[in-house]
């Protein structure tokens, strides 16, 4: 069966200090991979999507980039954190229709 | 931004009573809808989806209604239950990347 594994699970990190997520999934081949980010009481904004190795798509102008550099990691990360980059980091993966959700990181700048 | 919205961010019924969530969408051009439920400090779970050729889906306790005339989505769950309190979201997508655009989700309250 496939599952998702997003680390770690809470991270604290002071302004200005870099940042990297890590994103697995296993039991697939060739997924779409998905990074979301939700604010407090908020909805799900897509940040950046994959359709294979190598190929980023971004949604939106931000602070972060992400990379693919195998089929089924999917890095989210930054050079600087802002105070804004505070929140609830969500990594999805999808073959057909509809996404199976990591487990989140709360990601708290200081 | 979002292109799916949610009338109500909260709805408060008693155990037992049945909950009518919805969503009003924008793309008429959409292939699929999902609902998605949400617990706290956790990741959206699939709930259940319909395609845009139906207007009704049911699955256990939850039946999904689309009406493409007015765009509009809802989630009715059965015999609401204490578990099912949490986050709802309702999101479109269209074939090709597999996009997902979720609306900004709807508190479900349920009262002993």
């Known amino acids: 069966s496939q599952t998702i594994h997003q680390w770690p699970a809470t991270l604290v990190q002071p302004v200005g200090s870099p940042l990297s997520l890590e994103c697995t999934v296993e039991g697939t081949s060739n997924p779409n991979l998905y990074w979301y980010r939700q604010a407090a009481g908020r909805g799900l904004q897509l940040l950046f999507y994959s359709v294979g190795i190598g190929q980023i798509s971004s949604e939106v102008p931000q602070n972060l980039s992400a990379s693919r550099p195998q089929d089924r990691q999917f890095i989210l990360s930054s050079k600087k954190l802002l105070l804004s980059d505070s929140g609830f980091y969500l990594c999805?993966?999808?073959?057909?229709?509809?996404?199976?959700f990591g487990s989140g990181t709360r990601l708290t700048v200081v | 931004g979002e292109n799916v919205g949610l009338h109500l961010p909260t709805l408060s019924v008693q155990e037992g009573d049945n909950s009518i969530i919805n969503c009003a969408y924008s793309n008429s051009a959409s292939d699929y809808f999902i609902w998605y439920k949400q617990e706290s400090g956790k990741g959206p779970q699939f709930i259940i989806d319909?395609?845009?050729?139906?207007d009704k889906r049911q699955g256990q306790r939850v039946t999904v209604l689309l009406n493409k005339t007015v765009k509009h989505l809802s989630l009715q769950i059965a015999a609401t239950q204490p578990g099912d309190s949490a986050v709802y979201f309702c999101a479109e997508g269209s074939g090709n990347t597999g996009k997902l655009i979720f609306g900004q989700g709807t508190t479900l309250q349920v009262k002993p």
């Open positions: 319909i395609r845009s050729n139906m």
């Open positions: 999805a993966w999808s073959r057909a229709l509809g996404y199976t």
